[in-house]
C-alpha cells in the first residue's frame, strides 16, 4: 500500500484488515485523517482479490452516503486504474457496485426507522465483509445486525468476518466498547482501536489545520486531536472534566441525610440501579438484573436497614412498573415527566433534575466515592451523553429522552437516572428560584 502514501496511522489500520485473527477495526481519530479513503481502499482490494465476494459499505443517511462516502470511493477507484464500464459499473436506483469479477459493493443507509426498527431489511443479505463511515451515527443495533450477516464466502477463500468502522471521537457505544478497553488495556484481542489526529496526517493542507485550531476548544479536541474524553456537542450538560473531578473529591458529614435512588428495570429489558447517598456523596452503586419487583423490594430493603435510611428518602423512579415497587417499601415516587417544580420553565421533573445534577457538578458540590471503576465509567458514558434538545426553539428546556439516549449509547442510561433522582429534594427544598435555573457556562 506504499503506492497510495499512507500515513503512519493508515498503516497501522490496514496491518489489522490484513491480519487473519482481527474481526472488527475501529479507526476513531479526528477530522481529516483518512479515514473514508482507507475503507474504500480496503474494500475495493478485497473485491478486486477474490472474485465474487459481497461487501457492504453504510452511513447513518443515504443521501450523505452519496455526497461523501462514494464520492472518496469513485476517487479510489479512480486511483487503482480501475475505470466504469470496463472495470465496473454503479447501478444508482439499486446502490450497487458491479466488478468485473462478480464482486459487489453495496451501498446502505443503516439510519433506525419506523417502517424497518428491527432492520429487518438487512435480515436476508449475506456479505463477506462491511465497512461503515461515521459509525458513531449509526444505532447499535445496525452494529450488531452488520455483523450477524458476514458469512457470504468466507469458507472459499479462508476468510474471517471483518467489520472496518469509522468515526470522530463522541459519547456513544463505540467509546464503551473500543475507546475505554484500549484505553484499559483491555481491549479483546479480536477488536483493535486505531486512535488519530489531524495532525497524524502530513497531506492535509495547512489552512485545513489552521480552521481546526480556531474552533471552539471541545470541538477542537474532538476534530484536531482526537480526544475522546470530550463531549461531542454543544448542547451536552455534562463535562467529562467536571465529572473525573468529582471522584472521591469530598467525605461524607455524618449529619448528612442518608437517601437512595432507584431507577426500576423497565419490562425485564434494563437493570434496576440503587444508588446509596450520604448527602451529595454517592457511597455504593448497586445492580440488579432481571429481578422481580418483590424480589427487588427486598433488595432495597436490606439496603436500607444496612444503611439506617429512612423510607421516605428512598427515590423510586415510578414509571412503568416502579410504582409497585415504591409502594412495597414505602418510598417517595419520581414521576420523570411530572411537571417541574416551583414553576421553573422545565418541560418535566426529569429535565429539571438532569439541569440541576450538571450544576451542582460544575459546582464541585458532588463526589462520586465508587471504588467500582467499570461502574464510574459506564455513569460518565452516560451524563455525557445527556444532552439539551430543541435548544434554538421557543419552548421549555428539555434533555433529550431516555429512548433516544438509550440508541446513542446502546444501552439504557439507569446509572444517570439514578443519580439524577437524588436532585428531587435538593430541588424542593430551594427557597428562592430563577425562571430557568441552568447554567451553560
Known sequence: MADFNLTRKQTEAWKYLMDETTNEVLFGSAAGSGKSFLGCLWVVTMCIQFPGVRYLIGRSVLTQLRLTTLRTLLETLGLMQLKPDEHYNYNQQSNVISFYNGSEIILKDLAATPSDPMYDSLGSLEITGAFVDEMSQVPQMAYHIIKSRMRFKLNQYKLIPKLFMSCNPGTNFLKKDFYIPWKEDRLEAKKKFVPATALDNPH???????TLRQLPEQQKQRLLLGNWDYTDDINA??????????AFKFSPSPLDKKYITVDVARFGSDRSVCVVWVGLVAMEVSVFSKLSTTD???EIRALIASHGIHPNNVIVDSDGVGGGVSDMIKGTNFVNNAKALHDQNFSNLKSQCYVKLSELFKEGKISINIRDTMLVDE?????????????????????????????MLGKSPDISDAFMMRMLPEIKSLKATGRYAISFI
Open 296 to 298: 427487588l423490594a427486598v
Open 379 to 407: 455513569l460518565t458514558q452516560e451524563l455525557l451523553a445527556v444532552k439539551l434538545k430543541d435548544v434554538d426553539k421557543d419552548n421549555k428546556v428539555a434533555v433529550m429522552s431516555k429512548d433516544d439516549m438509550k440508541k
Open 237 to 246: 450538560i455534562f463535562t467529562f472534566d467536571t465529572i473525573a473531578d468529582a
Open 204 to 210: 492535509l493542507p495547512p489552512s485545513y489545520i489552521e
